[in-house]
C-alpha cells in the first residue's frame, strides 16, 4: 500500500490524539477482526476513539496494532486532504520534509484520497470542491514526477 516504508520515526504526532474519519467499510473490516468500541460519533463524523489522548489503537512503542487492516485515511497519511489547498503531503508529519516520496506512491495516494473524498460526498454529504482537488493534485504530480497537466 501506498507509503508503507519503514521510515516512520513512530513520533505518533498522527495517531495521539486522532481524529481519522471512518467509513462504512473501514468500521466492517475492522469489527471483522474482533475489535469493540473503537468508533465515537463527534462533530457530524465517526471516528476512531481516542483512550487518554492516544488513538485506541496506538500501542505503548507507538505502533498500531491493527496495521494491515487500519482504516483508509491512516492508509494514505501523510497524504491529507485540506478543503483550500486540496491534496497535500501533512506539514506535522516530519516525513513530509525528510522522504523524498517516489512518483508511483504520490499517484497511488492520489487515487486512494480521491477515493476517500467521494466517500466523503455518499456517506457524509460533504461537498467536495474538485477544482481545488485538481489544484493541489497538479501541484503533487509537478513536485514528484515532473507532469505538466
Ligand atoms: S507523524 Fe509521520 S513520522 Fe510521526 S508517526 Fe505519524 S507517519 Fe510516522
Ligand atoms: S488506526 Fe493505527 S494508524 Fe490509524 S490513528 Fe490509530 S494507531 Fe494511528
Known amino acids: 500500500m501506498v507509503f508503507e516504508r519503514s521510515f516512520c520515526l ?5 495517531c ?7 467509513f462504512r467499510e473501514d468500521i466492517e473490516r475492522i469489527s471483522s477482526h474482533g475489535e469493540k468500541d473503537f468508533v ?14 492516544r488513538c485506541i489503537f496506538l500501542d505503548e512503542e ?4 491493527i496495521y494491515s487492516i487500519r482504516p483508509i485515511g491512516c492508509r494514505v497519511y501523510p ?6 489547498k486540496g491534496p497535500l503531503l501533512d506539514p ?5 520534509q525528510q522522504v523524498v516520496y517516489t512518483c508511483e506512491e504520490v499517484e497511488e495516494g492520489l487515487k486512494i484520497l480521491e477515493k476517500v473524498l467521494k466517500m466523503l460526498e455518499s456517506e457524509y ?6 477544482s481545488v482537488f485538481s ?8 513536485r514528484y514526477c515532473n507532469k505538466f497537466e
Open 10 to 14: 513512530y513520533c505518533a504526532k498522527c
Open 16 to 22: 495521539a490524539p486522532t481524529e481519522m474519519i471512518l
Open 135 to 142: 489544484v493541489g493534485k497538479r501541484d503533487l504530480l509537478m
Open 62 to 65: 507507538n505502533r498500531c496494532r
Open 79 to 84: 497524504l491529507v486532504y485540506s478543503f483550500d
Open 92 to 96: 506535522e508529519c516530519p516525513l513530509s
Open 40 to 53: 465515537v460519533f463527534r462533530n457530524g463524523f465517526y471516528r476512531l476513539r481516542n483512550v487518554g489522548e
Open 125 to 130: 454529504r460533504i461537498k467536495i470542491n474538485w
